[in-house]
């Protein structure tokens, strides 16, 4: 196993929706674990593959260290409810958290790493962790759902912190 590069904002390639897996072989299997040592590693608890510049709809997740689930071309097939998630963060936003707004309930369908179809519900932090990672997939960061004037001050704030790194 090996730890992935993770690709940061303003990277364009987070920003672009990722193809569908269509051969769950070996080489996805070893992507899907390089993906939980890198997630384990940042740490976090969920981790897109578009992260960490795969283009496949991949996702792993592990919201309370009971070890790592995969999940292939998910989708949210339902969702309802409004919560506030607080504090949300991502390994490819560094340096800032904000709260939110979420589905409370969400019905998530996708493949296990052995292409066995799922379809389950999910409510408080798994749901959130979904459809945070779900987002990615489809080319969505958490900043492009709060207010404009935060992501504003943020986009600033981290043009400043690139600059002064190079
Ligand atoms: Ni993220």
Redesign the pocket.
């Known amino acids: 196993m090996s730890i992935l590069n993770i690709l940061t904002y303003p990277d364009p390639f987070l920003k672009e929706p990722v193809k569908p897996v269509e051969n769950i072989d070996d080489d996805l299997l070893r992507i899907i674990d390089d993906m939980a040592e890198t997630m384990y590693q940042a740490p ?1 608890v ?3 593959a578009i ?1 960490a510049g795969i283009d496949k709809s991949v996702i792993v997740y592990d919201p309370e260290e009971q070890g790592f689930r995969a999940l292939i071309n998910p989708e949210i097939i339902e969702a309802e409810g409004r919560t506030i998630s607080e504090n949300e ?5 560094p340096d800032f958290r904000s709260d939110v707004q979420r589905f409370e309930r969400i019905v998530v369908k996708g493949l296990d790493r052995d292409g066995k179809n799922l379809k389950f519900e999910a409510t408080g932090v798994l749901s959130v962790i979904l459809q ?2 779900i ?2 997939l489809n080319g969505i ?2 900043i492009d759902r709060i207010s404009a004037l935060k992501r504003q001050m943020y986009k600033r704030k981290r043009k400043k912190e690139l600059k002064n790194d190079s």
């Not at 963060?89 to 936003?93: A, M, N, P, T």
């Open positions: 976090g969920g981790l897109a992260q963060g991502c390994l490819s936003v945070h990672e987002d990615h960061l958490f």
